[in-house]
């Protein structure tokens, strides 16, 4: 069993990634620490909570961590995932609680206790630019890092220049990609590529579950801005990338490259600046992925969550 933390600002995509991770055996989830992001703090952190007992999982701990950025004010997307963040299903209010302890000093004591923990990261990278920043000595010890955000050949789909999870808090950013943990990073140009079209999301409604039923209802939500947006046949499912690479590695492929994150100029602020034809001298930092089969990608999603009730 892999130990992995999920960090993550729940999002119906986050949603099915959370459901992903806690549909396979092959993965051992240790907590879910949440993020501002996609909504405030206080609506990602109910709705890990809401999917955890969805999943029949109450027993997964549950932290919050960050209320906003490093240095920017906080930007949210209700325009893509709605008011709540999980739009589309009806909600309920969780009675799992949330844990006393702040999400940076759970990773913290878990990376410093616990050995071989990889960080998959589902949104800004707030909470684990601040542990490495308080803990220097857990750096050496996270596994790997995975986490969806930038984009090279793709563009942005925040600015022209950046893709949310980046743009959102790019100090943060800066400080995993320059920490020197192996970094696994699926942008958009690879979530692109995964497309929750008409047939592939009827097959969640299909599994006749609350699970399938559920993620059927977030997807038709999740689908209409980003189909407007691009005139594609739906929308792009990004963050179950991030676990779907944990379990199926084979599925996927990319290229070892330098990747340096735009602090300083507004008009490029957040950008993954991807050094893919290597003209630079700079050290390759991360696995950037460029490709996904996408078929396989949706099967792994409607198998697992299948698993769930
Ligand atoms: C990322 O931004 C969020 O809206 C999604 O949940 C995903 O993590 C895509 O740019
Ligand atoms: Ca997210």
Not at 118 to 134: D, Q, R, W
Not at 233 to 258: F, K, M, S, W
Request: negative net charge; glycine residues 8%.
């Amino acid at each position: 069993m892999r130990k992995i933390i999920i960090d993550t600002d729940p999002g119906q995509d986050d949603a099915v990634a959370i459901l992903l991770a806690l549909g396979s055996p092959e993965l051992e989830v240790l907590g879910i620490t949440c993020v501002a992001g996609n909504v405030p703090l206080s609506l990602t952190s109910r709705n890990a909570r809401i999917i955890c007992e969805l999943a029949g999982r109450p027993d997964v701990p549950v932290y919050a961590g960050a209320e906003r950025p490093l240095v920017r004010k906080l930007v949210t997307a209700e325009y893509v995932h709605g008011k709540t963040g999980l739009n589309g299903p009806e909600l309920w209010e969780p009675q799992m609680p949330l844990q006393a302890a702040h999400a940076v000093d759970f990773l913290i004591d878990t990376l410093r206790s616990t050995d071989d923990v990889t960080l998959c990261v589902l949104g800004p990278l707030t909470n684990i630019a601040l542990a490495m920043i308080k803990a220097p000595d857990i750096v050496e010890r996270i596994a790997q890092i995975v986490l969806m955000g930038g984009g090279c050949f793709e563009g942005g789909n925040t600015t022209p220049a950046a893709e949310f999870n980046i743009y959102v808090d790019p100090h943060a950013a800066r400080t995993v990609f320059e920490s020197g943990v192996d970094l696994v990073v699926m942008p958009l140009d690879v979530t692109h590529k995964a497309i929750a079209t008409r047939p592939r999301v009827q097959a969640f409604a299909d599994l006749g579950s609350k699970v399938g039923k559920f993620t059927s209802e977030m997807l038709d939500f999740f689908e209409r801005f980003d189909m407007e947006k691009y005139g594609s046949q739906g929308g792009p499912l990004h963050d179950p990338n991030v676990i779907a690479y944990l379990l199926t590695p084979e599925i996927y492929a990319g290229r070892r490259v330098n990747i340096e994150i735009e602090i300083a100029s507004e008009l490029t602020m957040g950008m993954t600046v991807v050094d893919w034809w290597g003209v630079s001298s700079r050290a390759k930092n991360a696995l950037f992925i460029r490709e996904v089969d996408d078929d396989a990608f949706f099967a792994l999603l409607v198998e697992r969550l299948g698993r769930l009730g």
